[in-house]
């Protein structure tokens, strides 16, 4: 995922140092990143590198919250543990996946030493991420069914046919 967008050549101690805070991890069709009521995406910035998944809040009085769908590329950056309200999101593949973690403390600690990995961050990581909340608002705030399933159709071409009903019923793109 970081390979195409810096120079392999000229970044080698840049690459070792971003790759030394990221944990892959592999998470099989109908599996939970997490185990139940045990999150630890606080603070975390969350990249699909394959597959398909559905992120969600877990809430004693709510329940489950489905939340962001994620495919390859997408990405998606946690609230702190700082923050007035830091987020634990867990993550259900709803096809096998591969996913990044990368503490936006360790990254930014990475990108004090390598400059070019600020760049990453604020040239491809936040604008990817900002523009998917951006897509997400829109789409939801629209009036009906219809229009929110062609605007998803739209900006997460393929997507649609590949999500379950019952996920398609909570994000209200079902007619």
């Known amino acids: 995922m970081f390979l195409p967008l810096i120079d392999r050549t000229k970044s080698r101690a840049a690459l070792r140092c ?10 099989h069709k109908g599996e939970t990143l997490f185990p139940k009521n045990t999150f630890s995406t606080a603070g975390q910035i969350i990249m699909i590198c394959s597959g398909l998944v559905n992120s969600f809040l877990q809430d004693d009085e709510f329940g489950k919250i489905n939340v962001w769908l994620g495919q ?18 867990n993550l259900e593949a709803i096809e096998d996946a591969i996913v990044f973690l990368i503490d936006y403390e360790d990254l930014e600690t990475c990108y ?17 991420a900002m523009n998917d909340v951006s897509e997400r608002n829109i789409i ?14 739209t900006f997460y071409p393929g997507m649609y046919e ?14």
């Open 112 to 128: 004090k030493l390598h400059p070019e990995l600020a760049e990453l961050f604020y040239s491809h990581l936040l604008p990817c």
């Open 18 to 27: 971003l790759f030394r805070h990221t944990t892959a991890l592999n998470i």
């Open 140 to 153: 939801f705030r629209l009036p009906d069914a219809g229009c929110r399933i062609t605007r998803f159709r």
């Open 162 to 175: 590949r999500l379950p009903k019952e996920l398609l019923l909570s994000y209200a793109l079902c007619g």
């Open 72 to 89: 390859e590329g997408s990405i998606y950056i946690c609230q702190g543990q700082n923050s007035s309200r830091p987020e634990n999101l």
